[in-house]
C-alpha cells in the first residue's frame, strides 16, 4: 500500500523538474533482462488474498536465488497450515563483519484484486505500451520486491561481501486488513529470523509531473496507524407507523456527526516537522499558506492557521489523528423501526498515540447509548524512526547522482504499510526513495496500475546502490 502522503501537497514545494526519458526494452542491458524476467513473472503470478498465492510467486523468486547460489540454509520459506497460499520468503546474505548489525529489506507481495473486465488491458498479464509497463502490482509493491530479490541474486552472482549482512523478507497480506499478514507473523514468531538494525521498505518514492519531469523525492520515515471501530446501537423498535424519538439510526447519526465535527488536536513528529518547515519556506507556496504554516509550527493550539493549512486534505491528515465512517448497515424492514444500526468508523492514529486513547475518544464522542469497540486486528501504534544522518545521508548521495536538482523530503505516511510491525519490535523502518510514479498515482489500488519503464531501471539502479552503501 504506497500511500504516499505527501503527493498532494508536491507542488507547494516543487523545484525545477528534470526530465526523464525513456529508454525501449529493447536496448535493456542483458543485467536489466534477467530483472525483467524475474519482474514480469512475478507480476503474472497473481497474488490477490483468497484468489492467487503468495507462496507460489517466492517459491519462483527462491528458485531463482538458488540458482544464483543461495543455499538451502539461506533461503527460508514459511507459511501456516491455515493459510497455505500466503506464504513469503526470508533470503540471508551474510556479512563479514560480526560487529556490524544486519539490515533488512522488505517488500510486501501481494496485491489489490483487479478484475478483467474494469481493466483496459489483462492485469495479470505485463503489457509494455508507449514506455510505460501496465499490469496489477507493477508498482504497489512488485517492482520493490523485484528489485530487493534482483540486487540478492546479483550480489551473489558478482561476489560480492557485505561487511553487513543483508536480510530480505518478502510477505503477503499487507493488502488486507483481516488476512493473514506474513511481517507480522514474522515479527511476532521469528523476531531472530528478521532482527536487523533497520529497514528499507515501500512508501517512499518519487512522483513525475503531468509532463513527465522528475519532481520530488521523499523519504518515509513513520506512519500513522489504521484501526477500524464499529459504532453499534439497539433498539427494541416496533412499527414504523408509530415512529418515537428513540431510534437506533437516529441515536446513530447523532454519534457519527460527533465524529465528523471533531478534531483531532494537531501534533508533530521531527519528520512532519521538517516536512512543513520545508513547504512554509518554499518559494512556490502561497503566502498565506507559508504564513499558516510558520505560525502553527510555532503554536499547534493555532485554530485560525490550522484552518487554513488543513485546507490541504493531506496536510489536514499529516497533523493528526482522523476519524471517519466508511461503512453503515442499519434496519431490518423498510416498515418497521431499526433494532439495530452499526457502522465502521476507520481511524489513522498519529504515531505516539493508542488505540485505547482514541476507542476512549470516541466513546466521549458517542454518546451513553451507543456502544464503541475496536475491532480485530488491533494494529501497533506508530513508533517514528529517528532523522538518522547514518539513513539519510546515502539517500540523499545517491539521490544528487542519479537525479539532480532534485528535492528530497521526509514525509510520514497518513497510510500504512507493513513497517508498523517492524517498528513494534524495535528495527526502525524507512520508506526508500528512487522509483518515481506519476502525478496521478499510477493507477496503484485502481485500474490500468502503469509505472514508466525508464522509472524502474533507474529506480532499481539508485536501490542497488543504496543498499551496497549501508552495507559496506
Not at 351 to 361: C, I, Q, W
Request: net charge neutral.
Amino acid at each position: 500500500m504506497r500511500a504516499l502522503g505527501w503527493i498532494i501537497a508536491a507542488g507547494l514545494v516543487a523545484q525545477p523538474m528534470v526530465s526523464a526519458a525513456a529508454a525501449p526494452a529493447a536496448e535493456l542491458r542483458p543485467d536489466q533482462q534477467a530483472f525483467f524476467g524475474l519482474y514480469k513473472e512475478l507480476v503474472e503470478t497473481n497474488t490477490v488474498v483468497d484468489i492467487g498465492s503468495c507462496t507460489q510467486a517466492t517459491a519462483q523468486i527462491a528458485a531463482r536465488m538458488k540458482a544464483a547460489g543461495y543455499t538451502d540454509s539461506e533461503l527460508i520459506p514459511f507459511s501456516v497450515p491455515d493459510h497455505p497460499k500466503d506464504g513469503g520468503l526470508v533470503a540471508v546474505l551474510k556479512g563479514s563483519d560480526p560487529k556490524a548489525k544486519p539490515m533488512l529489506l522488505l517488500a510486501h507481495i501481494d496485491v489489490v484484486a483487479a478484475k478483467r473486465e474494469d481493466w483496459v488491458r489483462d492485469p495479470f498479464k505485463l503489457i509494455e505500451e508507449n514506455g510505460f509497463y501496465y499490469g496489477r502490482g507493477t508498482v504497489d509493491d512488485k517492482a520493490m520486491a523485484s528489485i530487493w530479490a534482483d540486487s540478492m541474486i546479483r550480489f551473489k552472482q558478482s561476489g560480492y561481501k557485505p561487511k553487513r549482512t543483508i536480510k530480505m523478507a518478502l510477505t503477503c497480506g499487507e493488502e488486507t486488513t483481516y488476512a493473514f499478514n506474513g511481517a507480522e507473523w514474522l515479527a511476532k514468531n521469528k523476531p531472530d529470523l528478521i532482527a536487523a538494525e533497520f529497514a528499507l521498505n515501500e512508501g517512499g518514492g518519487g512522483r513525475y509531473n503531468a509532463k513527465g519531469e522528475r519532481e520530488l523525492l521523499a523519504i518515509q520515515v513513520g506512519e500513522k496507524a489504521a484501526q477500524n471501530f464499529t459504532f453499534t446501537t439497539t433498539n427494541p423498535g416496533g412499527h414504523s407507523s408509530q415512529p418515537v424519538p428513540d431510534n437506533a439510526i437516529y441515536q446513530l447519526a447523532d454519534a457519527l456527526q460527533a465524529v465528523r465535527a471533531y478534531e483531532f488536536p494537531v501534533k508533530f513528529t521531527d519528520t512532519t516537522r521538517a516536512f512543513f518547515t520545508a513547504v512554509a519556506g518554499a518559494p512556490q507556496t502561497p503566502a498565506p499558506m507559508a504564513a499558516a504554516v510558520k505560525r502553527l509550527l510555532a503554536d499547534p493550539k493555532d485554530d485560525e492557521a490550522d484552518k487554513i493549512v488543513s485546507l490541504d486534505k493531506a496536510m489536514h491528515s499529516t497533523l493528526r489523528t482522523t476519524c471517519v465512517a466508511t461503512l453503515l448497515n442499519a434496519g431490518h424492514a423498510e416498515n418497521a423501526l431499526p433494532q439495530k444500526a452499526t457502522a465502521n468508523v476507520n481511524c489513522r492514529i498519529f504515531p505516539g498515540e493508542s488505540v485505547d486513547g482514541t476507542l476512549a475518544k470516541l466513546k466521549e464522542l458517542a454518546g451513553p447509548k451507543v456502544t464503541v469497540t475496536a475491532n480485530q486486528p488491533v494494529r501497533p501504534i506508530g513508533i517514528p524512526p529517528t532523522l538518522d544522518p547514518k539513513i539519510i545521508g546515502p539517500m540523499k548521495t545517491l539521490a544528487d547522482k542519479y537525479f539532480p536538482g532534485v528535492p528530497m523530503l521526509p514525509s510520514m505516511s497518513t497510510g500504512a504499510t507493513d513497517g508498523i510491525f517492524l517498528e513494534a519490535i524495535g528495527i526502525p523502518t524507512y520508506g526508500a526513495p528512487g522509483v518515481f510514479i506519476e502525478s496521478d498515482f499510477s493507477g496503484i489500488h485502481g485500474l490500468n496500475e502503469r509505472i514508466r519503464v525508464e522509472s524502474l531501471y533507474v529506480g532499481r539502479d539508485y536501490l542497488y546502490d543504496l543498499v551496497k552503501a549501508y552495507a559496506g
